[in-house]
């Protein structure tokens, strides 16, 4: 099986800008000239949402003029954060490219194209130099890679010396079957969710010390109540999940919420340093 072209065709919509910015317009914004909060509640596709991206950036301790690599950068959300919170310069790569060309266009009109761009690759095989990069962050990317000691050694290769990793993933914090379809797998054919010892052990052979690991399960329940409550009483948003994951949202979105509140599943947060 083709795992990375599966993945791929997972996550193409097909017509995902124009969908974008009609909600976006729907709205009352102006697709040419947006805001980052313009896109809180789409660009950041991962339990906790921009909260998490947040902490995350702050453990990570990035400063101002590094230069950033984000694997799996999705529509770009976390790389804009990371550039407007932080200062940073980030490079975002990513598997499919229709999300590549979304989040180069969304990244144009949110005025940040000087300080983030995007490349379509394989996370297994980045087109980048050695050292090229002072740190490093992956949300929400490792349930769909099987071979993660080769993802981990592929990232390890273009950090420089010292340089930090933040992973924030998805990971089995308990036995028992998880449901499918989730946001990034229809079946479980696709969907490589890990423990953390699975990852803390390929983070070491890859050649990372793990400074910082901690859940995030409370914060992504706590943020998941409040989004599903303001949901009710005021509608959908429209430029929401239903934009990504098209008809089946609410099944995936409720099935990844069901399998965190039982305890199954976690968002945990790893900060690696490259040693």
Same mark, same amino acid.
């Given at each position: 099986?083709?795992?990375?072209?599966?993945?791929?065709?997972?996550?193409?919509?097909?017509?995902?800008?124009?969908? /974008?910015?009609?909600? #976006?317009?729907?709205?009352?914004? !102006?697709?040419?000239?947006?805001?980052?909060?313009?896109?809180?509640?789409?660009?950041?596709?991962? #339990?906790?949402?921009?909260?998490?991206?947040?902490?995350?950036?702050?453990?990570?301790?990035?400063?101002?003029?590094?230069?950033?690599?984000?694997?799996?950068?999705?529509?770009?959300?976390?790389?804009?954060?990371?550039?407007? /919170?932080?200062?940073?310069?980030?490079?975002?790569?990513?598997?499919?490219?229709?999300?590549?060309?979304?989040?180069?266009?969304?990244?144009?009109?949110?005025?940040?194209?000087?300080?983030?761009?995007?490349?379509?690759?394989?996370?297994?095989?980045?087109?980048?130099? !050695?050292?090229?990069?002072?740190?490093?962050?992956?949300?929400?990317?490792? *349930?769909?890679?099987?071979?993660?000691?080769?993802?981990?050694?592929?990232?390890?290769?273009?950090?420089?010396?010292?340089?930090?990793?933040?992973?924030?993933?998805?990971?089995?914090?308990?036995?028992?079957?998880?449901?499918?379809?989730?946001?990034?797998?229809?079946?479980?054919?696709?969907?490589?969710?890990?423990?953390?010892?699975?990852?803390?052990?390929?983070?070491?052979?890859?050649?990372?010390?793990? !400074?910082?690991?901690?859940?995030?399960?409370?914060? %992504?329940?706590?943020?998941?109540?409040?989004?599903?409550?303001? %949901?009710?009483?005021?509608?959908?948003?429209?430029?929401?999940?239903?934009?990504? *994951?098209?008809?089946?949202?609410?099944?995936?979105?409720?099935?990844?919420?069901?399998?965190?509140?039982?305890? #199954?599943?976690?968002?945990?947060?790893?900060?690696?340093?490259?040693?």
């Amino acid at each position: 099986m083709d795992v990375e072209g599966a993945v791929a065709r997972h996550y193409t919509h097909g017509s995902l800008e124009k969908t /974008l910015f009609a909600a #976006l317009q729907s709205r009352g914004k !102006d697709p040419d000239n947006l805001a980052i909060e313009d896109l809180a509640d789409i660009d950041e596709f991962h #339990l906790g949402w921009s909260s998490a991206t947040e902490e995350l950036a702050e453990d990570l301790g990035f400063e101002h003029g590094m230069t950033i690599l984000e694997v799996g950068s999705g529509i770009g959300g976390p790389a804009r954060h990371l550039a407007r /919170l932080l200062g940073c310069d980030v490079v975002g790569v990513d598997l499919t490219p229709e999300f590549v060309e979304v989040a180069k266009a969304l990244t144009k009109r949110c005025h940040l194209s000087g300080k983030v761009s995007f490349v379509q690759a394989s996370a297994l095989a980045m087109p980048f130099a !050695d050292g090229e990069f002072d740190g490093a962050a992956m949300l929400h990317v490792g *349930m769909n890679i099987a071979d993660k000691p080769a993802l981990f050694r592929e990232v390890r290769r273009v950090l420089r010396h010292g340089a930090r990793f933040g992973v924030y993933d998805i990971m089995r914090v308990a036995e028992g079957e998880l449901p499918y379809p989730m946001p990034w797998a229809m079946t479980m054919d696709t969907s490589f969710v890990e423990a953390p010892a699975h990852y803390r052990k390929n983070l070491e052979d890859a050649g990372f010390a793990i !400074d910082l690991e901690r859940s995030h399960r409370d914060l %992504a329940l706590k943020i998941g109540r409040e989004m599903r409550e303001k %949901a009710a009483q005021d509608g959908a948003a429209p430029a929401g999940p239903l934009v990504l *994951m098209g008809e089946s949202a609410p099944m995936r979105i409720g099935n990844v919420m069901s399998a965190l509140a039982d305890g #199954l599943i976690a968002p945990i947060e790893m900060i690696a340093r490259a040693v």
